[in-house]
């Protein structure tokens, strides 16, 4: 059964920082794409950042652009959101999603494994 797993998030001060991980036991976890979406408390699941199967395609919604990277490293089948200048709005539980599929990397649809997910909490 494939496996997701995040850790690194916790509770941090507005300004600081978090590094997420994302852990698989997908096998042939080199060709999925992985995405980060994060729910806040009454709100939508919202796209957060996605990295394609090579590394060389990121994409980050508006909201995180220029505060945060994605990156992946294979060889440990792990994904990490790095995410600096957080802010009290960044407060969530952060998801991370991956697929071996094509289509429209900002959909939650096109993902087919998910992790459990790990909370995000800035203090304002």
């Known amino acids: 059964q494939v496996q997701l797993v995040e850790s690194g998030g916790g509770l941090v001060q507005a300004g600081g920082s978090l590094r997420l991980s994302c852990a698989t036991s997908?096998?042939?976890?080199?060709?999925?794409?992985v995405g980060w979406f994060r729910q806040a408390p009454g709100e939508e699941s919202e796209f957060v950042a996605a990295i394609t199967w090579s590394g060389s395609t990121t994409y980050y919604a508006d909201s995180v652009k220029g505060r945060s990277a994605i990156s992946r490293d294979n060889a440990k089948n792990t994904v990490y959101l790095q995410m600096n200048s957080l802010k009290p709005e960044d407060t969530a539980v952060y998801y991370c999603a991956s697929t071996n599929r094509g289509g429209y990397i900002y959909s939650r649809t096109l993902y087919d494994y998910w992790g459990q997910g790990t909370q995000v909490t800035v203090s304002s």
């Open positions: 997908i096998r042939t976890f080199g060709t999925y794409t």
